[in-house]
């Protein structure tokens, strides 16, 4: 992983901040506040750089702390991004996306949200829920709410960090949570970007598939047994869900599949140092 970043830095000859989270929904990895002081913990005082972005979900926090952190920055994209990711993208000073890079939409939110009851935060988003019967599902409003908390809040985050464009087109209404705009259809919004070719953004990519598996089967948590109506459940093992890193140290969030969370079932984990053979 250090090599190619280093790599990808002589190429652009800036530093490089790798931001990446695997959007499986087994192992998707919505990054948070607690993952902004990593990423102040790598990134040197002064310095400007460059964020390769890959993924998507994460915390409205996440974003507001990089972008203060760092203040003025570039991105290059290689992949769909999608939400808290292209918030950074958006107030970022230069765009540069691969031909195979696409802008999703900015207000999508975490990857799962958590059932809550309704608190003070999202009061004056309680959906009208008209027929929908929540009455196996009390968190339900509490959940929407949240949704719609997220959306009007990236909202005003954007009116106040990034420049004047057409955010309606970069919106789930519009864009879903599964398409995005290419370089070339942004600059219809008011956004510019320039396409990038490089060889070795394409080998950082696949790695990052490969090690975030987002080209693999969701993990099988037991198999059948010998036994009529047994099965024998796997080892636990740590798998990535994301990186934060430079060429030079870096960090990633390993997921325990021995320990899924009760309510979503998405696996938890914590972050630890990236080892040097990585």
Known sequence: MF????????????????????????????LNELAARYVRGLCQEGEKYTILLFGGGGELGFADSIKRSLGEYEVLIGDR????????????????????????AFDSGLFWTPPSMIDALVYDDIPALGGL???????MPGRVAQV???????????????????????????????????SEQIADLG?????????TLREIMKHLDLELGNTALPLSRYSESDLADEVEFEFASEVPGAFISTSKAGFVYLLDTGNPHPDSGRYVGGWTPIPEQR
Do not use: Y
Not at 3 to 30: F, Y
């Open 3 to 30: 090599k190619l970043i280093e790599k990808l830095e002589q190429a652009l000859d800036t530093n490089i901040l790798l931001i990446a989270s695997a959007s499986r929904p087994d192992i998707a990895v919505d």
């Open 81 to 104: 991004i999608s939400g808290s990711f292209v918030l950074l993208a958006l107030c970022s000073s230069k765009m540069k996306m691969s031909k195979h890079a696409a802008i999703g």
């Open 133 to 139: 019967n929540t009455e196996h599902d009390p968190t």
């Open 148 to 182: 719609k908390s997220f959306r009007r809040r990236a909202n005003v985050w954007l009116e106040n960090n990034a420049p004047e464009f057409d955010r309606d087109a970069l919106t789930c209404f519009k864009l879903g949570l599964d398409t995005g705009l290419s």
């Open 191 to 199: 956004l510019s970007s320039a396409l990038f070719h490089g060889n």
